[in-house]
C-alpha cells in the first residue's frame, strides 16, 4: 500500500499507469452527476488562478488587448476531476497542457458572468479571496467595454499591479505613470462549510504513511500523517481547518504554549505554515470519518483509500 500512496504531486511513483489511474477515478467520478459547490470554491482556494491577460495588438484601437481568465492547472491524473468540474459550472474547456498537466480554463467574457456569479455566492476562504477582488472589478469594466477607452484600460493596468503576480516588464515601462490599486485586505472569516474542506483537501494536501526507526521488536514503527502546507499568509486558514476537525485538546502538542485549542498541529517554518495531525486517535476518530463523510475526489481519494486501508491494519 505504501508504494501506491502518492502524497504529493512530486513524490508520485509512476507504478501505476497513468491511463489506469484516471480510468479508476472516471469510473468513480461517473457515479457522481456534479460536484457541491462549496467543494468546488474549496479546491479553487487551492488549485486555481485569476488573471488579467494585457497584452500589444496593433489591430485594437488603443494598441493592447485585455483578456480576463480563470484557470485550474493540475496533474493530468486529475483529468477526469477538471471535467466533471467543467460539466458542473457549465462553462470553459478542459484540455491536455502537456504529457503530465491537464488544465481547465475559463476566458469567454460572456462565460466568465457564471465565474464571477460562482465566487459571490461561494466566495474563496484564502489570501486569493483578494485576488477575485481585483479580477472582479476588471472583469466589470471589461464587460462594461470601458476598456476600449485609455481611462478605462489604464484603471485595469492599476488593478492588476497587484493581481497575482503583478505587472511585466513590458506594462511598466508602457504605463509609468500608473497608480496602484491597493490590494484589499485579507481577513479570514471562518470555514464556511464542510464540503470546501474536501475539496480544498482534494486539491492541497497529503495522506501520507511514514515507516520509521524504532525501539520495538521489529525495529520498525508505523505512523499515519495528514497535513497541508500553504504560504504564511494563509496561517488563519489553516487553524480554521483544524478548529474545524475538532482535535483533541488531550493530545495538544508539548510545544504548544497557548492553551488555545487553534494553535494545535500548526508548525510555521519560515514563510511557511504546516498544518499537520499524525495522532492515530485523531486520525482514527477525527479525519477519516470527516472524509468518509465529505469525501476528497480525484486522484487524492485513492490516496485515501489506502489511508484508510493502512489505518486498519
Same mark, same amino acid.
Given at each position: 500500500l505504501r508504494c501506491t500512496l502518492m502524497g504529493f504531486d512530486r513524490h508520485y511513483p509512476f507504478k501505476i499507469?497513468?491511463?489506469?489511474?484516471?480510468?479508476r477515478i472516471s469510473s468513480t467520478l461517473s457515479r457522481q452527476p456534479s460536484i457541491h459547490p462549496w467543494f468546488i470554491t474549496g479546491f479553487a482556494d487551492a488549485e486555481s488562478s485569476f488573471f488579467v491577460s494585457i497584452y500589444r495588438d496593433d489591430k485594437s484601437k488603443l494598441k493592447w488587448r485585455v483578456t480576463p481568465s480563470f484557470?485550474? *492547472?493540475?496533474?493530468?491524473?486529475?483529468? /477526469?476531476?477538471?471535467?466533471?468540474?467543467?460539466?458542473?459550472? $457549465?462553462? %470553459?474547456?478542459?484540455?491536455?497542457?502537456? /504529457? &503530465?498537466? /491537464?488544465?481547465?480554463?475559463?476566458?469567454?467574457?460572456?462565460?466568465?458572468?457564471?465565474?464571477?456569479? *460562482?465566487?459571490?455566492?461561494?466566495?474563496?476562504? $484564502?489570501?486569493?479571496?483578494?485576488?477575485f477582488l481585483l479580477f472582479?472589478?476588471?472583469?466589470?469594466?471589461? &464587460?462594461?467595454?470601458?476598456?476600449?477607452?485609455? /481611462? $478605462? @484600460?489604464?484603471q485595469i493596468v492599476s488593478l492588476r499591479y497587484n493581481l497575482n503576480k503583478g505587472l511585466s516588464n513590458e506594462l511598466n515601462e508602457a504605463f509609468p505613470n500608473i497608480i496602484p490599486v491597493d490590494r484589499p485586505e485579507y481577513v479570514f472569516k471562518g470555514i464556511p462549510n464542510p464540503f470546501w474542506i474536501s475539496g480544498f483537501?482534494? %486539491?492541497?494536501?497529503?495522506?501520507c504513511v511514514s515507516i520509521e526507526?524504532?525501539?520495538?521488536?521489529? $525495529?520498525?514503527?508505523?505512523?499515519?500523517?495528514? %497535513?497541508?502546507?500553504?504560504?504564511?499568509?494563509?496561517?488563519?486558514? @489553516?487553524? %480554521?481547518?483544524?478548529?474545524?476537525?475538532?482535535?483533541?485538546?488531550?493530545?495538544?502538542?508539548?510545544?504548544?504554549?497557548?492553551n488555545d485549542s487553534e494553535h494545535q498541529y500548526i508548525y510555521d517554518y519560515n514563510q511557511s505554515t504546516l498544518l499537520q495531525i499524525k495522532s492515530y486517535s485523531d486520525i482514527a476518530n477525527i479525519i477519516i470519518p470527516f472524509f468518509n463523510k465529505y469525501p476528497v475526489l480525484g486522484i487524492k481519494s485513492l490516496d485515501f483509500i489506502d489511508f484508510k486501508e493502512v489505518a486498519n491494519l
Open positions: 499507469p497513468t491511463n489506469q489511474l484516471i480510468n484557470s485550474i *492547472h493540475i496533474h493530468i491524473k486529475d483529468l /477526469a476531476l477538471l471535467n466533471l468540474l467543467q460539466q458542473t459550472l $457549465g462553462v %470553459g474547456k478542459v484540455r491536455k497542457n502537456s /504529457a &503530465k498537466t /491537464a488544465l481547465f480554463r475559463v476566458d469567454n467574457i460572456q462565460e466568465m458572468q457564471v465565474i464571477i456569479d *460562482h465566487f459571490s455566492k461561494y466566495p474563496l476562504v $484564502g489570501a486569493k479571496y483578494s485576488d472582479k472589478q476588471c472583469f466589470e469594466l471589461i &464587460k462594461n467595454k470601458k476598456h476600449l477607452t485609455q /481611462a $478605462g @484600460l489604464e483537501i482534494s %486539491g492541497d494536501s497529503t495522506f526507526k524504532s525501539s520495538n521488536k521489529i $525495529g520498525k514503527r508505523v505512523r499515519l500523517i495528514f %497535513g497541508t502546507c500553504l504560504h504564511i499568509r494563509d496561517k488563519a486558514m @489553516l487553524i %480554521g481547518i483544524a478548529n474545524y476537525f475538532k482535535p483533541l485538546k488531550s493530545e495538544l502538542s508539548k510545544e504548544t504554549k497557548s
